[in-house]
């Protein structure tokens, strides 16, 4: 199959990559490889990605996803059996620093994909969105049913609407879509940003970490691996037009939460880092962020039922690999 994978220097991307390389599809990936994070991280993926394929089964193209010209164009060029639209304006709390690159790239940059896929008969798109969309929500776990009209940061709102958007062009154009509602991904090649990264570089440092709500907060934690097993196994799994008992649209649509279904607490989590890196944490305890929420949980009975799939990696190994990487491509 012809797949495009964008945000391919993302960390998802680059692990999904590989995945689909070892079953010798041909995969067009796509970033803009913004400086949101490590640049130099994100060549190091797409540097692998290139050393470990060959030219004829793997393309890297430098592209943003709101440039509508060069969008069409490398939808015209390729003609794509598959598109998984992983590239996003990624973080929480950044959304609240710069909004506008987060309706660049998750609104535009997603509608330039729905056309692209309309426009060239794409087999199925699937798509990430997030489990930022649950907000506050009262009630766990967290299904795909639940109402998940209160976003509580800029950056759930773009997601939530990307669900929206898919599902007007699966009804309108008969395209299918599946929106994938992922939870906490972490692991080896992962994201500066996030609290894992963070928390063993300063653990290892001997530097103080920040714990929010008193380590209180507790995260649907998925290690990469499962992700990419989730999103691989979907990508056969083309819905097919349905109806529910609130609405008479008839689309190809579907939303997947892909999550550990096993929420453990942050002090579990900063205790499994510890443990890895041989060395006690010293903390600074904070407040709730704005745009943080308490807990999050994924129920993935669709996922199992469907894909027949359900992640196991627990956290105490998940963060294992996580720090025997960190300390190879660190050089600690």
């Given at each position: 199959?012809?797949?495009?994978?964008?945000?391919a220097?993302?960390?998802?991307?680059?692990?999904?990559?590989?995945?689909?390389?070892?079953?010798?599809?041909f995969?067009?990936?796509?970033?803009?490889?913004?400086?949101?994070?490590?640049?130099?991280?994100k060549?190091?993926?797409?540097?692998?990605?290139?050393?470990?394929?060959?030219a004829?089964?793997?393309?890297?193209?430098?592209?943003?996803?709101?440039?509508?010209?060069?969008?069409?164009?490398?939808?015209?060029?390729?003609?794509?059996?598959?598109?998984?639209?992983?590239?996003?304006?990624?973080?929480?709390?950044?959304?609240?620093?710069?909004?506008?690159?987060?309706?660049?790239?998750?609104?535009?940059?997603f509608?330039?994909?729905?056309?692209?896929?309309?426009?060239?008969?794409?087999?199925?798109?699937?798509?990430a969105?997030?489990?930022?969309?649950?907000?506050?929500?009262?009630?766990?776990?967290?299904?795909?049913?639940?109402?998940?009209d209160?976003?509580?940061?800029?950056?759930?709102?773009?997601?939530?609407?990307?669900?929206?958007?898919?599902?007007?062009?699966?009804?309108?154009?008969?395209?299918?879509?599946?929106?994938?509602?992922?939870?906490?991904?972490?692991?080896?090649?992962?994201?500066?940003?996030?609290?894992?990264?963070?928390?063993?570089?300063?653990?290892?440092?001997?530097?103080?970490?920040?714990?929010?709500?008193?380590?209180?907060?507790?995260?649907?934690?998925?290690?990469?691996?499962?992700?990419?097993?989730?999103?691989?196994?979907i990508?056969?799994?083309?819905?097919?037009?349905?109806?529910?008992?609130?609405?008479?649209?008839?689309?190809?649509?579907?939303?997947?939460?892909?999550?550990?279904?096993?929420?453990?607490?942050?002090?579990?989590?900063?205790?499994?880092?510890?443990?890895?890196?041989?060395?006690?944490?010293?903390?600074?305890?904070?407040?709730?962020?704005?745009?943080?929420?308490?807990?999050?949980?994924?129920?993935?009975?669709?996922?199992?039922?469907?894909?027949?799939?359900?992640?196991?990696?627990?956290?105490?190994?998940?963060?294992?690999?996580?720090?025997?990487?960190?300390?190879?491509?660190?050089s600690?």
């Amino acid at each position: 199959m012809k797949i495009l994978v964008t945000g391919a220097a993302g960390f998802i991307g680059f692990h999904l990559i590989r995945k689909l390389l070892d079953k010798n599809h041909f995969i067009v990936g796509i970033d803009n490889i913004n400086n949101y994070y490590d640049v130099d991280l994100k060549n190091d993926r797409i540097k692998m990605l290139g050393e470990n394929s060959s030219a004829d089964i793997f393309t890297f193209i430098k592209l943003d996803l709101a440039d509508r010209e060069a969008m069409s164009t490398l939808f015209s060029n390729y003609k794509f059996d598959i598109v998984i639209n992983l590239g996003a304006q990624a973080g929480v709390r950044y959304s609240i620093e710069n909004p506008n690159a987060y309706i660049d790239s998750n609104v535009v940059g997603f509608l330039n994909v729905l056309e692209g896929c309309r426009h060239t008969n794409v087999k199925h798109l699937i798509y990430a969105s997030s489990s930022s969309i649950y907000g506050m929500n009262i009630k766990q776990p967290f299904t795909t049913a639940d109402c998940v009209d209160f976003p509580i940061s800029l950056y759930a709102a773009t997601k939530k609407s990307n669900e929206l958007m898919a599902h007007s062009y699966s009804h309108l154009y008969n395209l299918p879509t599946t929106g994938l509602r992922f939870f906490t991904v972490y692991g080896p090649y992962g994201r500066p940003d996030m609290a894992y990264f963070s928390f063993t570089k300063k653990i290892l440092a001997g530097e103080e970490i920040d714990v929010f709500n008193n380590g209180e907060m507790q995260r649907d934690f998925t290690y990469i691996d499962d992700i990419v097993e989730g999103i691989v196994r979907i990508i056969d799994k083309t819905p097919s037009p349905q109806t529910s008992s609130i609405t008479t649209a008839n689309a190809p649509y579907k939303i997947y939460n892909i999550g550990n279904n096993q929420p453990i607490t942050l002090r579990r989590f900063i205790t499994a880092i510890e443990n890895a890196c041989g060395k006690k944490a010293k903390e600074n305890l904070l407040p709730m962020q704005p745009g943080d929420v308490p807990i999050t949980y994924a129920d993935i009975n669709e996922l199992i039922s469907d894909v027949g799939f359900k992640p196991e990696t627990n956290i105490e190994d998940g963060i294992a690999r996580f720090v025997a990487w960190y300390k190879q491509y660190y050089s600690v």
